[in-house]
């Protein structure tokens, strides 16, 4: 992603109009707010 862009990708695979149609957003257009953040950065055992 280029820098002061951002990667926004929707919860349905088929149906979403997001990233993966139109490509990385400038930060500039967003105006919503993130509302969940997932972290797989971590080791359960």
């Known amino acids: 992603v280029p820098k002061g862009h951002v990667?926004?990708?929707g919860d349905?695979?088929?149906a979403s109009n997001d990233s993966r149609h139109?490509?990385?957003v400038p930060y500039?257009?967003?105006t919503g707010r993130v509302f969940c953040?997932?972290?797989?950065?971590?080791?359960?055992f």
């Open 37 to 44: 953040r997932v972290n797989f950065d971590f080791i359960l």
């Open 28 to 30: 500039g257009l967003v």
């Open 7 to 9: 990667w926004i990708q």
């Open 22 to 24: 139109f490509g990385s």
């Open 12 to 14: 349905n695979l088929y």
